[in-house]
């Protein structure tokens, strides 16, 4: 008997079963995800602009307060701009503790910060 004996038929049968494990995980359907009680009732995001709610995010907020939203290119003088022309048509429509001019405010603020931090990046 020779010391190179290798057993091919436990080999064939390691690799058959090998291969059905494999195709069984490839073809068997993803089981449904159950979901609990908790998953249901995870705390949404409170975005708040001068202590008031909103319910988007700031900078799509501050965008669209200052008509900048969806516009390709956004530079300082953009922002200065309608910073402007929304900053005279607010002021005369509202008053009162927080109004819509204190929005438009933040929003510039906001807006240029980001608009210099990306710009110095580049």
């Not at 705390?43 to 799509?60: A, F, S, T």
């Not at 929304?86 to 807006?111: Q, V, W």
Request: proline share 3%; aromatic share 10%.
């Amino acid at each position: 008997m020779s010391t190179d004996y290798i057993p091919w038929g436990l080999l064939l049968l390691a690799g058959a079963k090998l291969l059905s494990y494999i195709t069984d995980l490839i073809t068997q359907p993803e089981k449904a995800v159950e979901h609990t009680e908790t998953d249901n009732n995870k705390k949404q995001i409170q975005y708040l602009v001068n202590g008031n709610p909103i319910n988007k995010p700031h900078h799509v907020y501050y965008l669209q307060i200052l008509g900048l939203l969806g516009k390709r290119y956004i530079t300082d003088t953009n922002i200065k701009q309608a910073t402007k022309n929304n900053f005279e048509i607010a002021r005369d429509m509202e008053t009162g503790s927080c109004t819509i001019a204190d929005h438009i405010i933040a929003a510039r603020y906001f807006l240029l910060d980001q608009w210099t931090y990306c710009s110095s990046k580049n």
